[in-house]
């Protein structure tokens, strides 16, 4: 399903998104508040998109590429990911290049990710951010997102235990 929104397209991902994706993984600075450190190997990230490929085609999850509609520039990606058919619920997620950051690009491609989760009954929507990550945090509570919790030491990166926020949304 492609989404289109008043600057974005959001279409399917495809193994020819990987040599996209891989300079933004790649970025330590865009990982920073990433489950996995900075992905400098494009094999690992090409593995990374056959993963949700297959997540996709199993209806587990779905990942779209994100790009600017006047030049189908890439920006990142979005997901509706651990998809739970049966409580109509999911976790959204998001990824975008430096350049893309303080545009409004991931509001916009988030919020149209919600509004088709709506469309196809999901009824509760849940995200998680590291601790410290404050731009994304922003986000989440500007689309509408509630702060629902605090797990201490969630994520194990690269030996260093992280604090995650839990956030929630009732559609």
Known sequence: MILETERLILSPVTEEDAP???PIMADPEVMAHMDSMAIDDPDVVGAFITGQLIEMANEQSFYWSVRLNVDDRYLGSVDLSDID??????E???ILGKDSWGKG???EAVQAVLGHAATLGFKRLWARTHVGNLASES???????EEEGYLRRHVDREGER??????GMLL
């Open 20 to 22: 996209l994706i891989h």
């Open 162 to 167: 992280r604090d995650c926020r839990l956030w």
């Open 85 to 90: 058919w049966r409580h109509h619920r999911a």
């Open 139 to 145: 986000l989440l509570k500007k689309l509408g997102f």
């Open 105 to 107: 690009y991931g509001y």
């Open 92 to 94: 959204v997620g998001f």
